[in-house]
């Protein structure tokens, strides 16, 4: 088995090799035969890939712990479900399923696009299998899943399997963790599309925005799947590394979100592109960046360059990585500058106050984000380089500069869509910013007269009635016509509207999820937490609730040794529900797992943590008190569903016939 | 009439960057922590007592002690031992345990005593640190699960 998997691998460098130059020279050439040899060549890699993962999930299946790969991630006694995600719990597994997506998303876009784009297709077979052959030969030389676990005695190298794994690290073993990298996986790969598609616009020199148009939905697909991504990342750490919040800027953490932060500036400002013919270049840099900064990411991840509790352990991939980013990035950026006459805008900036003004200031603050982050995540690397001392920065950097980021995008998106195109008249702010504002005025001063005095809460809660206000009489407007005007009902009218313009009443239900998530990241400004040894009996109050121990008791099980406190909570003296926190040693893989337990409401969390055994034989509980998290969910999923609308075609029908 | 609404726009990016900059600046002093080794946070000048240093080693078996405030440990880094006191407002990662990585973050004190309030750790096991290294070999049978 291990054999046939290497074998497959090094199959695959020579098919992606000859696909990239016959794709190219057929391109150039305009030769069909080799551009259909190209095309068969991302088929077959495609097929290799999809192979070389079969057998890597078959030897999970069967416990095959010749393979080193398999011995270190798992054991005979674990779940069947958490067998299929130790594929990629690895840095050899998660490298292969990153390719085997290229592979699928290679093999998509030829399927749908062949037909249409036959000039550009050569060029976005060969750049995709660029991609594909980069991670094959990593796969095949650096970093194989199909090596041997072998020892040495006196000297000589022998194959050893033992009779069980080292198991499935258990901090990975929750559902969130197992869904949460592919769906990451799948929006990082998922730009390669519109990158491949914007580069073969430009070596062919097609000028326009035919290469926005036909990616548009890629885009927002992998978009959406990178959302996912970053939001389930955030909710396994909240439940499962038991320190009561969902985000540290971890360099891991702000890996996945400088390419989504990228990525958001690149789905608003072509919408410019397409409408008025302005940012072209600006556009091509953005598809630029993000594509590179998804594989900088993972260059973050696996090189083991900046220190991260959840970065896998040094490896030489790192300079492969840096090496292949360097000559991409240089590359694309001369392609670019040689076609720079093709990029020329079409039109100007007319004036201060438009949509085209709010998208141009959405995409500098995004940017601007992105690249706080990004200087933030390498500071260690740079101040080394240049002051000969490693400095790190932690989260009151990243916080000072993107929370008054993160509310002025808020703003943004409230203030964006009720602006004209072009320029838009005094009357015409008046008539579509007078509600919000309202709402957002009479969201300031009830929360005020509450005695809510931090000053960037009260601005988001505010921003965030004047977003929802906004959205809202934008749906209202648009079926008020289509009910007097069809007689359809409200629901029936509001259903009708979205479905015949999905783009821009999905993009308002994204703008909802935003604001709601944002809300929820407000939230965390009241935030409160003790921590105390309690003895059973004894209890502890926060935020109005009260946190009893009624019992302390350990056990051990097959798997792991645990302490375990029961715990009665209590809110005005009406108890709520009990609480099992837990603190597990596990045996296989010596490792320590705290069981968190959680009582969510739709205004706040108590977030229950069994920190340690205590001195005097109590349990150490540490009791978070954290508002408002669920809008961050919610929010999520609400921004997840508008981009699923948005990526719909529009509903045709003739309204003469409904009416 | 474009040339002022482009310098409108422009006025209005700067007074943004001008902004971030400092913010940036600000959170950056608030928050900047030197990496240092054992041996160095051991022997400060007086004006690097206040600063804020960031430690790596290893956890030194059998050193940790809990209390109800937080744990107390020594971190070892080539022969050389510091006393840490971590008090920090979250609960220690599970992945902190005798003989695992960590690095610490905080400030030294003047009785010699690290006041940790940031705690990462990470699990060297000794099976998996051992086969994956570029031989993938594991240097003896025995620290396998066999």
């Known amino acids: 088995m291990l054999q046939l998997g290497s074998v497959t691998l090094m199959t695959l460098c020579p098919v992606a090799l000859f696909g990239i130059i016959a794709s190219f020279v057929g391109g150039a050439k305009r030769r069909m035969g080799l551009v259909r040899a190209g095309e068969r060549s991302l088929l077959v890699s495609f097929l290799l890939l999809t192979l070389a993962i079969a057998i890597l999930v078959f030897q999970f299946y069967t416990d095959d712990f010749n393979s080193s790969y398999v011995a270190g991630h798992s054991n005979i006694d674990l779940s069947p479900f958490y067998k299929a995600t130790s594929l990629w719990s690895g840095q050899e597994g998660s490298l292969l399923f990153w390719n085997w997506l290229l592979g699928v998303y290679g093999a998509t876009v030829l399927l749908v696009h062949r037909k249409k784009n036959r000039d550009l297709m050569p060029y976005v077979t060969g750049i995709i299998l660029t991609a594909i052959l980069f991670f094959a030969i990593l796969n095949g030389i650096v970093s194989s899943p199909f090596v041997p676990l072998v020892s040495e005695h006196g000297g000589t190298t022998v194959p050893f399997a033992p009779q069980d794994g080292r198991g499935l690290n258990p901090l990975l073993q929750h559902p969130a963790m197992a869904i949460h990298p592919p769906m990451l996986y799948l929006g990082l790969v998922g730009f390669v599309v519109p990158f491949a598609f914007a580069m073969a616009a430009l070596l062919v020199r097609s000028p326009g925005s035919r290469w926005i148009r036909t990616t548009r939905r890629w885009t927002l697909f992998a978009w959406c799947f990178l959302s996912c991504g970053v939001l389930l990342g955030a909710r396994w750490a909240y439940v499962e590394l038991g320190w009561g919040g969902y985000w540290a800027w971890d360099p891991v953490e702000n890996a996945s979100l400088m390419p989504w932060l990228t990525g958001t500036a690149f789905l608003h400002s072509v919408m410019i592109q397409e409408k008025k013919g302005m940012m072209k270049v600006w556009n091509v840099a953005l598809v630029i960046a993000t594509y590179f900064l998804c594989l900088f990411g993972t260059f973050l991840t696996r090189s083991g360059v900046v220190s991260s509790v959840h970065a896998f352990a040094q490896s030489p991939i790192g300079f492969y990585f840096i090496t292949f980013i360097a000559i991409g990035l240089a590359l694309s950026i001369w392609l670019a500058y040689s076609r720079r006459e093709f990029l020329a805008p079409e039109s100007g900036l007319d004036s201060v106050v438009s949509r085209e003004s709010s998208f141009l200031f959405n995409n500098l603050i995004l940017l601007a984000a992105c690249f706080a982050v990004f200087w933030g995540t390498i500071f260690p690397v740079i101040s080394e380089a240049f002051r000969g001392e490693k400095i790190s920065v932690g989260p009151p950097f990243f916080n000072k500069i993107n929370i008054p980021i993160g509310l002025f995008l808020l703003f943004l998106t409230g203030v964006g869509p009720l602006l004209a195109w072009r320029k838009t008249s005094m009357a015409g702010l008046r008539r579509n910013l007078t509600w919000p504002t309202a709402a957002a005025l009479v969201v300031m001063i009830v929360l005020l007269a509450q005695g809510m005095r931090e000053f960037y809460a009260l601005i988001c809660f505010s921003l965030f009635a004047f977003v929802v206000a906004g959205v809202l009489l934008e749906f209202y407007r648009g079926s008020r016509v289509r009910m007097s005007q069809l007689g359809e009902s409200i629901v029936l009218a509001v259903y009708r509207l979205t479905a015949k313009n999905t783009r821009r009443y999905g993009g308002y239900i994204v703008h909802i999820g935003t604001a709601l998530l944002f809300a929820g990241i407000a939230g965390t400004a009241f935030n409160s937490n003790v921590r105390t040894e309690l003895l059973e009996g004894e209890s502890i109050d926060i935020a109005g609730y009260n946190v009893r121990v009624d019992h302390i008791e350990s056990d051990r099980t097959p798997n792991y040794e645990y302490e375990r406190a029961q715990i009665t909570l209590t809110e005005d003296g009406r108890e709520i529900k009990k609480l099992y926190p837990e603190r597990r040693f596990y045996f296989a893989s010596e490792q320590a797992s705290s069981e968190v337990e959680i009582h969510t409401t739709f205004s706040e969390d108590i977030y229950v943590v069994y920190a340690s055994h205590g001195p005097n034989d109590g349990a150490v509980i540490q009791v978070y008190h954290n508002p408002l998290v669920r809008w961050l969910w919610v929010g999520g999923m609400i921004l997840v569903g508008g981009t699923i609308i948005t990526i719909f075609p529009n509903q045709k029908r003739r309204e003469q016939i409904g009416a | ?146």
Request: aromatic share 10%; net charge negative.
């Open chain 2, 1 to 146: 009439m474009a040339y002022t609404k482009n310098r409108k726009a422009i006025a209005g990016i700067m007074l943004i960057l001008g902004a971030l900059i400092y913010l940036g600046f600000v959170g950056y002093e608030e928050s900047k922590a030197y990496y240092r080794t054992v041996e160095e946070v051991q022997s400060l000048e007086p004006h690097e007592m206040s600063m804020r240093f960031k430690v790596g080693g290893d956890v030194e078996e059998g050193s940790i002690v809990w209390n109800g405030a937080g744990v107390d440990f020594r971190l070892i880094q080539e022969d050389q031992a510091l006393v840490v006191e971590y008090r920090g407002s979250d609960p220690v990662p599970d992945t902190f345990r005798d003989g695992s990585q960590a690095i610490v973050e905080g400030t030294m004190g003047s009785d010699g005593v690290f006041l940790a309030v940031k705690i990462q750790a990470k699990c060297a096991s000794k099976y998996e640190a051992e086969y994956d290294t570029e031989t993938h070999s594991v240097s003896s049978p025995a620290s396998g699960d066999a």
